[in-house]
């Protein structure tokens, strides 16, 4: 459109700018090495839980537990949920106009700056974060609680002994 824009400009007649778009749009090929999607260029390659890799969004929701009502959800290029939780944390408050008691996350959303950030929303607004740190299969036993103090050696990474 813009080859066939600039002849017309330039003064071209019909066939001329009609050559013009066609040789354009023969150059507009991809290589067979790029990848680029033109019917929804906003989207991202992201690798899917069976091994493969489609042009994909990442979805989130936060859904009021006792309830089961969506209260905030986003769309997004972003493979992985790891920078997904405070922005969502801040868009429920927004939509509910005040913070949510609990917040329960699965382990998509674990990561130190996570924990950090959710520590800071605790002091500030009284809430409690549960954040799974680690991935079970569904056929996985759920394993014993731990109990006692959190042991001195404990890191973001390590958990608590035998995790």
């Known amino acids: 459109m813009e080859a066939e824009a600039k002849a017309r400009k330039s003064g071209d007649g019909d ?11 023969g150059a507009a090929v991809p290589k067979a090495t790029e990848h680029r999607n033109f019917t929804d260029p906003d989207a991202r390659i992201m690798k899917r839980a069976d091994g493969s890799f489609s042009y994909c969004y990442n979805g989130q929701a936060v859904v009021d537990a006792q309830h089961q009502v969506i209260v905030a959800v986003e769309v997004n290029q972003g493979a992985n949920d790891y920078g997904q939780l405070i922005p969502m944390v801040h868009k429920a408050m927004e939509n509910l106009g005040r913070m949510p008691d609990k917040w329960l996350a ?7 700056a ?3 950030q959710a520590l800071g929303l605790e002091g500030e607004h009284g809430t409690e974060f549960f954040i799974s740190t680690r991935r079970l299969k ?13 042991p001195s050696r404990a890191t973001v990474a390590s958990g608590w002994p035998g995790s």
């Open 15 to 25: 066939d001329e700018v009609t050559g013009a778009g066609e040789t354009a749009a």
């Open 106 to 112: 699965d382990t998509g959303y674990f990561s130190k």
């Open 114 to 116: 996570n924990l950090e």
């Open 138 to 150: 569904h056929s996985a036993p759920i394993p014993d609680s731990p109990r006692g103090r959190i």
